[in-house]
């Protein structure tokens, strides 16, 4: 039997990674988080003072290790070695994320890390171009979206630095929606064939019931 690959695309805090853990517990597929792969070589890069406006060259990213595992619904991501899977979430990269992420450069290094993650076994990922540019032929296809506020209230009860305001995590989310829906390579949109859910008024438990209906149904 060939792998089955599930992707989840959606915008910023609608629930992606949470709703694709989930159904990886229930079917027992890998998963991977292809967020946490921006996030974490966001991370190393300005740890390094590598600005985002300058080419990141081949040399400095073969210096960079990722490596994701799963385990009792949790995910860790590896960097060097390092679990970076609290620090990948703190403020300072969430906001600067989007602007490495559209370098062609980080996204040819991402797309080879989950495809490599899915040539032997069944395997569930979100992300915001999975389903249309990683694996443009996966089995099944979901995007999730959500109002604005409903997706800061959401990220500021993720976000270690409580201080950080409701207001500034809403405006981060809209500029981040922005960028990714602009951007020239692999931008934010629906697959054609994808599933769209309105998350904005939905549980977590409503939402993945939906998910696995559809999946369950084929």
């Known amino acids: 039997m060939n792998p089955v690959i599930v992707a989840i695309d959606g915008e910023a805090s609608t629930g992606k990674s949470t709703q694709a853990k989930k159904i990886a ?30 080419n990141i060259p081949q040399t400095i ?33 969430s906001i600067k994320v989007s602007s490495y992420a559209k370098k062609p450069e980080i996204r040819n290094f991402v797309y080879a890390q989950l495809r490599k993650s899915a040539k032997s076994n069944s395997l ?20 999730l979206f959500a109002d604005s506020k409903v997706r800061a209230e959401r990220r500021h009860k993720q976000i270690n630095d ?10 981060e989310i809209k500029t981040r929606d922005n960028i990714d829906s602009t951007r020239k390579i692999a931008p934010l949109k629906k697959a054609d064939d994808a599933h769209e859910i309105d998350v904005t008024s939905l549980s977590i ?8 209906q559809k999946i369950n149904s084929k």
């Not at 389903?131 to 296809?141: L, S």
């Open 25 to 54: 517990e229930e079917l027992d597929f890998d998963y991977r988080d292809s967020g946490a792969y921006y996030r974490a070589l966001t991370l190393y890069l300005i740890q390094n003072n590598i600005n985002s406006n300058e």
């Open 61 to 93: 990213l073969d210096k960079i290790h990722l490596k994701q595992t799963f385990k009792d619904n949790k995910l860790i991501i590896y960097l060097n070695n390092e679990d970076v899977s609290n620090k990948i979430r703190g403020y300072k990269v």
């Open 124 to 143: 569930i990922i979100d992300g915001r171009d999975i389903g249309t540019v990683v694996f443009p032929d996966a089995d099944f296809k979901f995007f």
């Open 162 to 171: 409580k201080s950080v305001k409701l207001e500034s995590i809403e405006k």
């Open 205 to 212: 438990t409503q939402v993945f019931d939906k998910i696995l």
